[in-house]
């Protein structure tokens, strides 16, 4: 039979690549995101993409990333079904293939209110719930001082120690990539240790803030305060709602509310790590 004439619950789910990077972007397009490529390129190079191609040649009618931190954890992003063909079962096939590779690995994502009823019957189930803020930085209310500097390469091994600490799980592969992927990277350091560390990466018109990994949220908020300083574009960032302190000072700085999200789990209680002192994913989409 040919491909055309192939019912979509058949279509082949095959591996993305780089060179799928236009067609994810139009993919999330088709949906009313962003076309967000660079995001994209880090996804696609530093995770595994799956997607199935649509048979008229119109690219992908879907596409999702895994970002795999080994058999402690892997995150899912971006799942997208082109408008087309929404509601014809395209999404629970594509998560079902996703949970076959995926094995006993725990896994962990961020639901819209679209795609949550999916994800509760796949067996994900609410952690938390995240804010989305976006806005221009006012610098109204001043961050504290704590020795906030651009990161250097022997920050490095220090950054990834702290990561794996707070984090829970390593993610080398993902954050050696971002002294490139991201315009500014910045460390906290008190008495030679470094107590945080976050990077500022383009995003469309905006800067993303994110990871932010702190101490404690005034370390948090110079690592912000020092970010911000350098953008003139609308900041963007990701904060998990129970950090309180940290979200009440960006908005008095400017950032409003713009969406929120739900924190989703599987086959884990809840995410590893230390949520007291991970104050903003790199992204949503790779966790
Ligand atoms: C969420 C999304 C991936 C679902 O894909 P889909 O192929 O349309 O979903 P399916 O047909 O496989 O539906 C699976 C179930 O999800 C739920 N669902 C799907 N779309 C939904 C919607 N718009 N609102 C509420 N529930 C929805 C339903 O329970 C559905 O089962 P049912 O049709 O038997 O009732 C798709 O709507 C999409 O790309 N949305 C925009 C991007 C987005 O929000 N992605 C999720 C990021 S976390």
Redesign the pocket.
């Known amino acids: 039979m040919p491909l055309s004439h192939t019912p979509l619950d058949r279509l082949p789910i095959r591996r993305l690549t780089a060179d799928d990077l236009q067609a994810c972007a139009d993919l999330s397009e088709d949906?009313g995101?962003l076309r967000e490529e660079h995001k994209w390129g880090l996804l696609l190079a530093a995770g595994t993409g799956y997607g199935i191609d649509d048979p008229s040649g119109q690219g992908l009618i879907?596409a999702c990333v895994v970002m795999s931190y080994g058999p402690g954890l892997g995150a899912i992003?971006?799942?997208?079904?082109a408008e087309r063909?929404?509601?014809?079962?395209?999404?629970?096939?594509l998560m079902r293939h996703v949970l076959d590779e995926s094995g006993d690995t725990p896994l962990s994502?961020?639901?819209?209110?679209?795609?949550?009823?999916?994800?509760e019957?796949l067996g994900f189930v609410e952690t938390g719930r995240s804010e989305m803020l976006r806005g221009h930085f006012t610098g109204t209310e001043p961050a504290p001082e704590r020795g906030v500097r651009p990161a250097t390469a022997e920050d490095l091994q220090h950054v990834l120690r702290l990561d794996r600490e707070i984090f829970g799980v390593d993610r080398t592969h993902l954050l050696t990539r971002l002294p490139a992927f991201a315009d500014h990277l910045r460390v906290a350091e008190q008495d030679d240790e470094i107590t945080g560390f976050a990077a500022l990466w383009p995003n469309m018109d905006t800067h993303v803030i994110g990871p932010l990994i702190a101490r404690d949220p005034a370390t948090a908020q110079a690592l912000v305060g020092s970010l911000a300083a350098a953008s003139d574009r609308p900041l963007r960032t990701d904060v998990d709602n129970r950090h309180t302190a940290l979200l009440t000072w960006l908005k008095a700085n400017g950032l409003e509310q713009i969406a929120t999200?739900s924190i989703m789990v599987r086959s884990v209680p809840e995410l590893p790590g230390d949520w007291t002192r991970r104050f903003a994913p790199l992204t949503v989409a790779a966790g």
């Not at 992003?77 to 079904?81: A, D, F, H, P, S």
């Open positions: 949906r995101w879907t992003g971006m799942v997208l079904v063909h929404a509601r014809q079962g395209v999404g629970r096939r994502l961020y639901a819209t209110s679209n795609g949550q009823p999916l994800y019957q999200t």
